[in-house]
């Protein structure tokens, strides 16, 4: 644990753990934890976070996801559902729902596809664009207050590490 300058202990919750493990089971390397810990207590803090941001902009997580990956994808903000799938790592099944709720709400509109008359494509509406614009613009103001408490000139860094540790997932 650190010291703080009035030579208190000032670990976190993730420190008592670690700790609370290291003295249970000094046979076991721990030191994953220092790591992992951080990052899912850090994961679920940001979930809450985004949802709030979503939410204020009368959106879930999932249309959120759906919507930027259109918005993302240029003008004229289409792609197909298989696209859709690939982007947002759900089943066909799930989108097919998912397409099918964000049509209900206006959000988005299917379109024929002028290249395979059996394919569909699915479209940003203008409703939907601004919904999607104006959620980023929340979620990038809550985010970049998360990452205020680090300087930054460490952040690129920050990113390189998390990017090198996620590679293996990459596909």
């Known amino acids: 644990m650190v010291s703080s300058s009035a030579g208190t202990s000032t670990g976190d919750e993730v420190d008592r753990i670690v700790a609370a493990w290291q003295h249970e089971r000094p046979d076991l390397d721990v030191e994953p934890l220092a790591v992992f810990s951080r990052i899912s207590r850090l994961a679920r803090h940001l979930d809450r976070a985004r949802r709030g941001a979503f939410a204020r902009h009368d959106l879930e997580t ?3 996801d759906v919507l930027s990956a259109l918005r993302r994808s240029g003008d004229p903000y289409r792609l197909s559902p298989g696209r859709l799938v690939a982007q947002t790592l ?16 206006g959000l988005v509109e299917r379109h024929r596809s002028p290249d395979d008359r059996r394919g569909v494509l699915v479209q940003l509406t203008a409703s939907g664009r601004a919904r999607v614009d104006a959620a980023m613009s929340d979620l990038l103001d809550v985010e970049a207050g998360v990452l205020s408490a680090l300087p930054a000139d460490e952040r690129p860094g920050l990113a390189a590490l998390l990017r090198t540790l996620g590679a293996q997932f990459d596909e």
């Open 62 to 64: 999932w249309e959120f």
């Open 90 to 105: 759900v089943t066909s099944g799930t989108m097919t729902n998912r397409i099918d709720r964000l049509e209900q709400r």
